[in-house]
């Protein structure tokens, strides 16, 4: 076992585990974070998306050991970086008003992919935004409504 | 089944001297993760053999992109997205900017390396065929030092590599002579994102006057390693490529692929498949040299 120290959703956090142990497992069994979800684990869904120092990565590629001294933000923690308070973040208010979840099994990875795209275009295309989100995939939606809740998503952000 | 990992050992020490203590003090007994997008993938599916592993994801030593007037070298622990964000790379290697872009999702570039990709040796991975058109140069390094290799001698064989128990990839040199070359590459598969070839070419070619002065073509998927195309370049190297030539030439260029085209029959396709379609891949850069 060996002591790994990160910053998550903003707090400090250590935990004992594994140096190999996901990151995955590690969100999910130590610090009960339960919104990344495991897909594949074989880093093809998405599902277990996370962003890792502002970058989006797969957790469950993410040796727990790797983590150290990082700042992650999960699903849990996206809504207060809109604002402090705030319930839920606008891409995720869009995701509901545009029917961009159905089971929701691949919706936190969904929209933490959303975030890291909207973050480097703003205004994106539709093919950016496709290629934004490749890597997560969806077995309900058909993704038509979750890219129309993308581009509702940077139409707000940018009036 | 998943494999558990309280089995496995990671350390991360902070410097790359530490790394190759480590490597060096039982050849063998440690083996390097840097974004851990194979390793993890291994661990996940129980068929990671190796239980020591030494992190260097961390080391900023490897993580770079140096330019001079001459040569760019890129640190092995270069990420996708780095090299994709790199304008210089964009202008004067292109095929590698290409490569990275179509290396799984974002979230995959985000953490791959580049030498993660080439010490893993897969025969469809997606920057060698750049590296070898490029003809680039592999910097190893150890504790007893350093030492340079064309990169087309580094892999030998299926998955084998010329790469010692204790040394890591340090970085990877190109010369910056490509001004003028016209760029092809092109990648087969199920999907863009997140799907391996089933055949890729990335290749080079220089024309001068109608003259074919320089071509070379590295191939994904067409051996038991990433491969160039030796004998198909030469064929073509030094002959007139206009509209009364093109045919005979591809015709002639065809051939000579499918005699040193050595393709697989596996999960991703069949062995004919693949090299019907580098035979069109082949034509179709060749089409391209017509119209700049
Ligand atoms: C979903 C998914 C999609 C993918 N799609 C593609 C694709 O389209 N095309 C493609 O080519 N690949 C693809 N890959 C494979 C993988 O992402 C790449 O091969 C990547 O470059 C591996 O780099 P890494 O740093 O993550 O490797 P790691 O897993 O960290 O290491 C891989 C191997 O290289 C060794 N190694 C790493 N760095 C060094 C070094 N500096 N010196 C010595 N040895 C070293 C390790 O010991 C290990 O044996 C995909 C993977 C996943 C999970
Ligand atoms: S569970 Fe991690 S990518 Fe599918
Ligand atoms: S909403 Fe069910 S997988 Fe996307």
Redesign the pocket.
Known sequence: MTQITFTINKEKKTVEAPPMKRLLDVLREDLHLTGAKEGCG???CGSCSVLLNGELV?SC?IPALQAEGATITTIEGIAPLAAPDQKLHPIQQCFLEKGGAQCGICTPGMILATHHLLEKYPQPTLLQIQEGLA?NLCRCTGYTRIFEAVQSAASQSNP | MRSNASHYDLIAPATLDAVLEILAAEPGHY????????????LGAGRLA?KNLVS??QIKE?RFIETTPSQLIIG??T??TDIRNSAIIQSDFPLLTQ?AS????IA?QN??????????G?P????PPALLAYEATLTLISTRGTRQMPYADFHLGYKKTA?APD????SITLKRIFTGYIPYAR?V?TRNA????KVAIAALALIQDDTLEDIRIGAASLRDRPSRLTATERTLRGQTITQDTIVTLISQARATLTTEAHPIDDIRSTAKYRAAVAANLLEEFLHSLMNP
Do not use: C, H, Y
């Open positions: 074989e880093g093809e797969n590629l890597g | 083996t390097p993760i840097a974004g851990g997008t194979e390793i993890m993938v291994a190796q260097i994801n490897l092995s622990g990420t996708f490569a179509w290396t799984g999702s995959n953490r791959g390396t580049l030498g993660g990709n080439i010490v893993n897969s469809a991975a997606d920057s790469l040394e890591l990839i340090q990648k598969g997140q799907a391996i070839s």
